[in-house]
């Protein structure tokens, strides 16, 4: 039995749906009721990370774990998932805990404590995901617009399904086991150019809007806390050259090219009209 956590999420609910149709069995783990519902046979656990009590009743006889790196206390969910049964963990970080760790400490503690555990392990570190881009969808239905920071600064970011598929693969099959994977797209790309790509799938030329660092540090804090948010500004501004780099690890792993942005842009159409 593998348990997915943030099943509800970009990533999670798409490697749910993998997972299920290879026959496993599947527990979905997720603070809120998930809509639309689940694929039929998947069973689904509300429970919080920060709180790894009430994650007992899912990881009962489980065998393997996606983790989030949400909660405050990763020992104490690893505690959980081991006492349930877990002997394998495919840990979702972030591409910052590898390249600032000082900036993102958070999802570098979590792996340090799932290394630490003693179990057989998978970090994914994904650089920034095509769907932040839906926090676009509100200027670009309303005003044709699109605002953001460092407009021309290119980054190599990955599609959700890439990093669910990724995860599937280590998930269900051997050889992943003490394994780092970078997951990036197949090129860098823009904001003012991944705006390009959301208008010329809609067929409407979108104005593009390019914001001061302290403009966009304004519009972020109101939903982020403030770390994440500096830390988040100077990947965006000033990426190092590992944060610039296409890796190659989402097209060996999945014997595809990675999607582009394009790509996402086009599946996701309707959502920005």
């Not at 890439?162 to 970078?182: K, Q, S, W």
């Amino acid at each position: 039995m593998i348990v997915v956590t943030g099943a509800t999420g970009n990533v999670g609910r798409t490697l749910v749906g993998l997972v299920a149709s290879s026959g496993e069995d599947v527990v979905a783990v997720s603070r809120r009721s998930p809509e639309p519902p689940l694929p039929q046979g998947v069973r689904h656990q509300s429970a919080d990370l920060a709180e790894p009590d009430g994650l007992l009743p899912a990881f009962d006889g489980a065998d393997a774990l996606f983790l989030l790196t949400a909660g405050r206390d990763p020992r104490a969910v690893l505690d959980a998932a081991e006492a349930g049964g877990v002997r394998r963990v495919v840990l979702l970080s972030s591409q910052g805990a590898g390249t600032r760790p000082h900036q993102y400490p958070h999802p570098a503690a979590f792996e340090r404590a799932v290394r630490d555990r003693g179990l057989p392990w998978t970090v994914l570190r994904p650089g920034g995901f095509h769907s932040n881009a839906f926090a676009w969808v509100r200027s670009i239905r309303e005003q044709h617009t699109v605002a953001a920071p460092f407009g021309d600064v290119a980054l190599p970011t990955v599609d959700p399904v890439d990093i669910a598929e990724v995860a599937a693969a280590a998930l269900l099959d051997h050889g992943h086991e003490e394994r780092t994977y970078v997951l990036t797209g197949p090129e860098p790309t823009t904001p003012r150019e991944r705006a390009e790509a959301i208008g010329d799938v809609l067929g409407v030329p979108l104005r593009f809007v390019e914001q001061t660092r302290e403009q966009a540090r304004a519009r972020m804090t109101a939903s982020m806390p403030e770390p994440v948010v500096d830390a988040t500004l100077a990947i965006l501004g000033d990426p190092l050259p590992e944060e610039r780099r296409v890796s190659g690890d989402v097209a060996r792993l999945l014997g595809r090219p990675a999607r582009s942005f394009a790509d996402w842009a086009e599946r996701n159409a309707a959502i920005f009209r």
